[in-house]
């Protein structure tokens, strides 16, 4: 059998249209994989083989020809898939399974795409390392004992250990781009409203954003093209045209301006990291880009304003789970210590650390002085970015300020965790697109990111951009030892 697994979703399709690939073979072959593998990397949080094998044979029976048909994406498990467990990767959603899709599914379907399962996370997206999961840590498939990154870290995971062709994540402060980064996949965060939020469970939601991770940027265009488009379920969605992304599928940055930030270039950003970006810079003025250094003043903000607001969000999203109408409910007889046990039981420390955090912000006579503030400051950090695309067309940075550290490294310090999406952050404040793109490897052998940002709904620059950068890197992806 063909080892189907290792193939990109473009190079999947052209087997399936050139030797009429059954769907039934490609779901035996990552079923092998996943059974070689999964039980070292933990990215599943829910898998049904039995489901698998079906949606494979009804795929050969109806003779799908939708654009994505028979390639295997697995779902993040706060994304609702219908009739699966959605659990959001927490024990207080035990058992909860989701009454309808997500309008993101509904696409994915409706392509012909050959679902494969649900995604490990962070508990309800909380936290960079995926190690807050109640299903245990996802593990980095470069090296075991290291995170993939988090939230979306089973995402990334799965596709770097090619568990699955391409996954769906979602980035509420870098949750796809910072694990793709230190998988060694590509991550994308679309602009705030072109991919619908409907049936994505909340986390920030005015940061959330689902997107995809691929191997390579090509899938990434293909996966884009999918899922963007206005939705009237979602009311942060914006009704704009959507492009078709693979048409950017071109290695041309001749005059392109790209700025780069000196807030991103500072001490205490890797050795390793740094080399790697300094020649994905020299490369690109090779291929005829123009650079320019920017300033974005107020980046130095943007951890403490993003925790205000994400928490803020996230007290007040987390409020439904109290287990009255689904998943885990405590057996207490009053209602009102129901409520607490329910919800003292059901939630991991990082979770509570956040509805507390969260909560304290939002109360009354510390509101003006914490998330209004908060507000206020995400604006400057909007207006730097305004500010800078007057004089270039994308910003260039690394994704990440080093490569994956240890399982364990950071759990008890919670402050240096959430350092982690420090270059990412910015972006969700603001609302604009970012693509994680390879770059390299570290001396020890670790995956390394190459983040580009672009104006807002400018995906297709971003595309062309990190495109172009891939297909002249000249670096072949190392595939983990598994």
């Known amino acids: 059998m063909q080892d189907f697994c290792t193939y990109t979703a473009r190079q999947l399709r052209q087997a399936i249209e050139k030797d009429s690939v059954k769907a039934a073979d490609i779901a035996s072959c990552l079923l092998a994989r996943r059974n070689a593998v999964d039980k070292k990397v933990n990215g599943f949080a829910h898998f049904d083989k039995k489901l698998l094998l079906e949606r494979a044979e009804a795929l050969d029976a109806n003779e799908s020809k939708g654009p994505l048909s028979k390639i295997p994406i697995a779902i993040k498990d706060n994304i609702c898939v219908k009739d699966e467990l959605t659990?959001?990767?927490?024990?207080?959603?035990?058992?909860?399974?989701?009454?309808?899709?997500?309008?993101?599914?509904?696409?994915?379907?409706?392509?012909?795409?050959?679902?494969?399962?649900?995604?490990?996370?962070?508990?309800?997206?909380?936290?960079?390392?995926?190690?807050?999961?109640?299903y245990g840590p996802t593990r980095n498939p470069y090296d075991l004992d290291r995170i993939p990154g988090g939230s979306s870290g089973g995402s990334a995971a799965l596709v770097a250990a090619d568990e699955v062709i391409a996954a769906i994540g979602s980035d509420t402060g870098g949750s796809v781009r910072q694990p793709a980064a230190l998988c060694g996949v590509v991550g994308f965060k679309p602009t705030y409203g072109r991919v619908s939020r409907y049936g994505l469970i909340a986390f920030g939601s005015s940061l959330d954003q689902i997107g995809p991770i691929t191997k390579d940027v090509t899938d990434c265009a293909l996966l884009l093209k999918i899922i963007a488009g206005y939705d009237p379920m979602d009311s942060t969605s914006i009704d704009t045209d959507v492009p078709?992304?693979?048409?950017?599928?071109?290695?041309?940055?001749?005059?392109?301006?790209?700025?780069?930030?000196?807030?991103?270039?500072?001490?205490?950003?890797?050795?390793?990291?740094?080399?790697?970006?300094?020649?994905?810079?020299?490369?690109?003025?090779?291929?005829g880009a123009e650079f320019r250094e920017i300033s974005l003043p107020h980046t130095d903000y943007a951890v403490s304003v993003?925790?205000?607001?994400?928490?803020?969000?996230?007290?007040?999203?987390?409020?439904?789970?109290?287990?009255?109408?689904?998943?885990?409910?405590?057996?207490?007889?009053?209602?009102?210590?129901?409520?607490?046990?329910?919800?003292?039981?059901?939630?991991?420390?990082?979770?509570?650390?956040?509805?507390?955090?969260?909560?304290?912000?939002?109360?009354?006579?510390?509101?003006?002085?914490?998330?209004?503030?908060?507000?206020?400051?995400?604006?400057?950090?909007?207006?730097?970015?305004?500010?800078?695309?007057?004089?270039?067309?994308i910003i260039l940075?690394?994704?990440?300020?080093?490569?994956?550290?240890?399982?364990?490294?950071?759990?008890?310090?919670?402050?240096?965790?959430?350092?982690?999406?420090?270059?990412?952050?910015?972006?969700?404040?603001?609302?604009?697109?970012?693509?994680?793109?390879?770059?390299?490897?570290?001396?020890?052998?670790?995956?390394?990111?190459?983040?580009?940002?672009?104006?807002?709904?400018?995906?297709?620059?971003?595309?062309?951009?990190?495109?172009?950068?891939?297909?002249?890197?000249?670096?072949?992806?190392?595939?983990?030892?598994?």
Do not use: H, W
């Open 397 to 482: 940075t690394p994704t990440t300020p080093t490569p994956a550290f240890k399982i364990g490294e950071k759990t008890k310090e919670p402050l240096k965790m959430y350092l982690s999406d420090i270059f990412t952050i910015p972006a969700n404040l603001a609302g604009i697109p970012g693509i994680s793109v390879p770059c390299g490897y570290s001396k020890g052998g670790l995956p390394i990111g190459l983040q580009f940002i672009a104006r807002p709904f400018d995906e297709a620059g971003l595309i062309r951009a990190a495109y172009t950068y891939e297909q002249n890197a000249g670096f072949e992806r190392i595939r983990p030892e598994l």
């Open 244 to 287: 078709d992304y693979t048409t950017s599928l071109v290695k041309d940055v001749k005059g392109l301006k790209i700025g780069l930030p000196k807030e991103y270039f500072i001490e205490g950003l890797d050795k390793d990291v740094k080399e790697k970006v300094d020649q994905a810079v020299d490369l690109l003025k090779g291929l």
């Open 87 to 134: 659990t959001c990767s927490s024990k207080i959603l035990d058992g909860f399974k989701a009454p309808y899709d997500a309008t993101v599914v509904t696409r994915l379907k409706q392509a012909g795409t050959l679902l494969a399962g649900k995604s490990n996370m962070d508990e309800f997206a909380f936290g960079s390392s995926c190690e807050t999961s109640c």
């Open 306 to 393: 993003y925790y205000i607001v994400a928490c803020s969000e996230a007290s007040s999203n987390l409020a439904r789970f109290d287990g009255v109408q689904y998943g885990l409910r405590s057996k207490k007889p009053s209602l009102l210590d129901m409520y607490k046990e329910t919800r003292r039981e059901g939630f991991g420390m990082e979770a509570k650390r956040r509805i507390i955090l969260g909560t304290y912000a939002l109360s009354s006579g510390y509101y003006d002085a914490y998330y209004l503030k908060a507000q206020k400051a995400r604006t400057l950090i909007k207006q730097d970015f305004d500010e800078a695309f007057k004089s270039c067309d």
